[in-house]
């Protein structure tokens, strides 16, 4: 079970988040996070982030994804309506750094990102929410708002004892780099998108 294991406050471009470390015990040296805008509050449904993890795109700019310009957007969006960003430690579809750094040399290849996992002998998506659905048990949230494209995320709220009150769409334009990748999501994952850049 995840349990709150330390906590402080964190002024950011979007305002102060309390950032909280979630893990099962306190020597985990991976812990999921919670960032709660001061302004936060659980008498209406809460605007949430549910993000995985990307080193390559969040950390450093890496335009072979939209992950980095999806986290900044989120905060944004937290930071204006009072909201959660749920940072989730499970990098590349929770296939781990070495194992995508692998994927893009499949993809530089020809390969779409769906099926450099699988040539790995990987799933497509192995990315997992109900330690995410305990967090926000934990924090006192039962009802979001998610900020989303994702289907299996608002699948997962839709089981758990959360209420699902709205999908707010996160799209964000493609570049040249990351438009195979944006495509491959919309036609292969059934996430939400406008990748190909058409009305």
């Known amino acids: ?39 936060m509050t659980t008498s ?21 994804c939209d992950c980095g310009e999806q986290l900044e957007k989120a905060m944004e969006m937290c930071g204006q309506e009072g909201g959660i960003v749920l940072y989730l430690r499970q990098e590349g579809r929770n296939i781990g750094l070495i194992n995508k750094l692998k994927a893009y040399q ?18 497509v998506d192995g990315r997992r929410y109900d330690e995410a659905i305990q967090i926000l048990t934990e924090i006192g949230v039962t009802a979001i708002r998610l900020i989303t494209n994702n289907p299996l995320k608002m699948r997962a709220i839709d089981e758990s004892a959360i209420q699902f009150v709205e999908r707010v769409p996160l799209v964000i334009a493609p570049r040249r780099e990351n438009r195979f990748y944006l495509q491959t999501k919309e036609d292969l994952m059934g996430h939400l998108l406008n990748a190909n850049g058409k009305d």
Request: glycine share 6%; charged share 20%; with cysteine.
């Open 1 to 39: 079970m995840m349990k709150r294991q330390a906590a402080a406050v964190i002024p950011t471009p979007w305002g102060n988040f309390n950032m909280v470390a979630f893990a099962e015990n306190e020597t985990e040296r991976m812990p999921h996070l919670a960032m709660i805008h001061e302004k």
């Open 44 to 64: 209406a449904p809460v605007l949430v982030r549910m993000h995985s993890e990307c080193l390559t795109g969040d950390l450093f700019g890496s335009k072979r």
């Open 106 to 123: 499949l993809q530089d290849r020809g390969l779409n990102s769906a099926d450099a996992n699988t040539h790995l002998g990987l799933e």
